[in-house]
């Protein structure tokens, strides 16, 4: 079992930062990648960046440049940093994990006004 807890969600101006932290706890040693996807109301839940166990990293073209993900593995734990937010970022955000099944947090609410 793998459990993930989100953190740092919130409401932000546009063009404004946020920062979120997913901490992982249980059979941690079975992950091999963590990240973050995202779903808005209406649209499918889409991958927007991922980092591997080696420090590889994949980011959706419409964050390229803004987020960046970044891991610690002494805590479990990986980070969004989400800047020049945008309205189009409002979602849900939901950290992932890739093991021997894919693992979900509960999801924590970012929301961008414009």
């Known amino acids: 079992q793998v459990q993930l807890v989100e953190s740092g969600g919130g409401l932000v101006q546009a063009g404004g930062s946020l920062r979120l932290s997913c901490a992982a706890s249980?059979?941690?040693?079975?992950?091999?990648?963590m990240g973050w996807y995202r779903q808005a109301p209406g649209n499918q839940r889409e991958l927007v960046a991922s980092?591997?166990?080696?420090?590889?990293?994949n980011y959706a073209d419409s964050v390229k440049g803004r987020f960046t993900i970044s891991g610690d593995n002494d805590k479990n734990a990986v980070h969004l940093q989400m800047n020049s937010l945008k309205p189009e970022d409002t979602a849900v955000y939901y950290c992932?994990?890739?093991?021997?099944?894919?693992?979900w947090g509960q999801g924590t609410q970012v929301t961008v006004s414009s």
């Open positions: 980092i591997t166990r080696r420090g590889s990293t």
């Open positions: 992932h994990a890739d093991s021997w099944r894919q693992w």
């Open positions: 249980g059979t941690i040693w079975s992950i091999s990648a």
